[in-house]
Nanobody, 117 residues
């Protein structure tokens, strides 16, 4: 069982920045594929960014050049640095872990990000 706890959400003005964190339990974090998803009201959950155990990353087109995903295996934590935030980035942001070698998926409870003036 892997527990994921997100933090760092909040209210920010357009053009501002936030850094989300997701702390994972367990001793095999370095082997997990980690991802951030988001879900806006009335919309489906969508992938924002993911990072493989080796560090390769993948981003949704809408956040490229603005968001950066990173991981600290020593701290069992994955981060999402969000810059140049827009109102359309408003959503609940979820952390997802996919274990290895047996792929089991775990989700955090989410953290609210609201971009508004």
């Amino acid at each position: 069982q892997v527990q994921l706890v997100e933090s760092g959400g909040g209210l920010v003005q357009p053009g501002g920045s936030l850094r989300l964190s997701c702390a994972a339990s367990g001793s095999a974090f370095s082997r997990y594929n980690m991802a951030w998803y988001r879900q806006a009201p009335g919309k489906e959950r969508e992938l924002v960014a993911d990072i493989a155990p080796g560090g390769s990353t993948n981003y949704a087109g809408s956040v490229k050049e603005r968001f950066t995903i990173s991981r600290d295996n020593a701290r069992n934590t994955v981060y999402l640095q969000m810059n140049s935030l827009k109102p359309e980035d408003t959503a609940v942001y979820y952390c997802k872990a996919t274990t290895f070698p047996r792929p089991v998926i775990y989700w955090g409870r989410g953290t609210q990000v609201t971009v508004s003036s």
